[in-house]
């Protein structure tokens, strides 16, 4: 599966113009049902964990369209790297967060090397969570992840910032952040499958009076990866 996700990698970077990375690709070739992915994106390893029973994954639509090739998400792209050339490491990953007291921080360029070196912190730490079923502790992890998106690494918009706080304020969210590159598009949000039919409508009617738009709730689950299937 993950000779599929380089070809679909190489597509997107060379015809589509979006320098992506891999994530997306390996999530649609080798995902498996009713498992979460934790994906090395530089070795290609993955580890599953289950996704408890009781938690639905719930996309939130905020109906505000994204285009990758016409946002800043080449521009962020160029911004890390030049944060890692100043720490001087290959890439982000290879920093700590320790590492960040090295750099400007009056500089743009910091904040974004910020967010990918924490991000890549709560990572793990999620992982972890999710083994252990701590609902508390992937909440928290799922809000700072949205915050970080939002101030240091600047993708998110009105409209996910608003979804995502409507989520937070409705009853059976575990947790929310916005998903995808930003700059429009979704929120994924993790919600008791008991309280489904409370959380849906309400935050839907919290989304509608915070921005006037009408959003899209699509109860999910993770399933396994493309694949031929028999007729």
């Not at 597509?11 to 995902?31: H, P, R, T, W």
């Not at 289950?50 to 911004?79: F, H, M, W």
């Not at 839907?204 to 028999?230: D, F, N, P, Q, W």
Request: negative net charge; aromatic residues 6%.
């Amino acid at each position: 599966c993950s000779e599929r996700a380089k070809l679909g990698k190489v597509c997107e970077n060379k015809f589509v113009g979006v320098q992506s990375g891999i994530m997306d690709q390996l999530a649609s070739a080798c995902g498996r049902e009713g498992q979460a992915m934790f994906i090395d994106t530089r070795s290609l390893s993955i580890s599953f964990a289950p996704v408890p029973d009781d938690l639905a994954i719930v996309l939130l639509d905020t109906k505000t369209p994204r285009k990758l090739d016409g946002s800043k998400y080449n521009e962020r792209r160029a911004e890390c790297e030049f944060a890692a050339k100043a720490l001087g490491v290959h890439e982000l990953r290879d920093a700590a967060v320790g590492d960040l007291s090295k750099l400007d921080p009056n500089l743009v360029t910091t904040r974004r090397a910020k967010h990918v070196i924490t991000e890549n912190d709560r990572c793990e730490r999620f992982a972890v969570a999710l083994e252990a079923s701590d609902y508390d502790e992937l909440g928290r992890l799922m809000r700072a992840s949205h915050e970080s998106l939002q101030v240091d690494y600047e993708v998110s918009c009105r409209e996910l910032d608003a979804m995502a706080l409507a989520a937070w304020e409705s009853v059976g969210c575990v947790g929310a952040r916005m998903t995808g590159a930003g700059f429009g598009g979704a929120c994924v949000a993790l919600v008791r499958i008991v309280d489904l039919p409370n959380f849906v409508p309400g935050v839907l009617k919290r989304y509608l009076e915070a921005t006037s738009r009408e959003g899209e709730a699509l109860v999910c689950r993770a399933v396994a990866g493309a694949r031929v299937l028999a007729p």
